[in-house]
């Protein structure tokens, strides 16, 4: 009995310890991110909070607080996720004293258009997009009726490129914009995607008015997430407004 009380004791003095040990550092880092300018991260369709790790690894190098933003890209609607990250971006950053940037990779790109069209944020910084399909998508266009388009959702549906799409209901930002497109040197996907293209997204597709700069960078449309050039481009333009002369 003596044992059993001693070995109950010590599982609660361990999770107490634990505990406050870990509030300390989530204290830590909110008194951190007071000190920095954020970056709020989004990821693209079918992905996660993790398939941003590298990307956010090398942001925060760079002296930012980066805030990852998750949603569920397969099962929502556009102004279902929308409600979604809406929500997780007005706690993290409405009252933020510094700098708020944006980066979206793919659908991530388009909800932060969208974020920013129906909320003001005070501290407004910067925006990147990464292969963003900002005029719509060919490869949706093409499967629209096929079972792939079943498996991935309501909101893959709804990136294609007619004026009912989800891409042609955002307007022009008024915010500083950099829009960096992928290219992969094949030619295997012509007939899906004509042109030059990151594998999904074709380099066109990628541009919008009123953006401030472009550039186009040797990687495919996933890939683009762990890409080395990538990640240095855009802190390159959160910092200075522009992307560095290749």
Not at 208 to 218: A, P, R, S, Y
Request: hydrophobic share 40%; charged share 20%.
């Amino acid at each position: 009995m003596k044992k059993l009380f001693s070995l109950i004791f010590t599982i609660l003095l361990v999770t107490l310890v634990t505990f406050k040990a870990a509030n300390a550092w989530f204290n830590h880092n909110d008194e951190v991110a007071e000190n920095k300018e954020i970056i709020v991260l989004l990821h693209g369709l079918g992905r996660s909070n993790t398939s941003m790790w590298l990307l956010a690894s090398r942001l925060e190098d760079a002296g930012y607080y980066v805030q990852r933003v998750g949603y569920s890209s397969l099962h929502q609607k556009p102004d279902e996720i929308l409600q979604d990250i809406s929500l997780q971006i007005n706690q993290c950053c409405q009252n933020h004293t510094q700098n708020v940037n944006f980066v979206g990779h793919s659908l991530g790109g388009l909800m932060v258009r969208a974020y920013l069209q129906n909320n003001k944020v005070d501290k407004l910084g910067r925006v990147v997009l990464l292969g963003t399909p900002n005029k719509g998508s060919k490869a949706a266009d093409h499967f629209s009726n096929s079972w792939l388009m079943d498996i991935l959702g309501p909101t893959a549906k709804a990136l294609g490129t007619d004026d009912k799409s989800f891409p042609k209901s955002l307007k022009p930002p008024y915010y500083p914009v950099g829009i960096i497109a992928g290219e992969l040197k094949s030619k295997l996907n012509d007939t899906v995607i004509p042109g030059k293209d990151d594998g999904l997204v074709s380099v066109e597709a990628t541009k919008i008015d009123g953006m401030t700069d472009f550039i186009i960078i040797e990687t495919g449309h996933s890939m683009m997430r762990y890409d080395s050039e990538v990640a240095d481009q855009t802190i390159e333009f959160i910092k200075n407004g522009v992307f560095k002369e290749k």
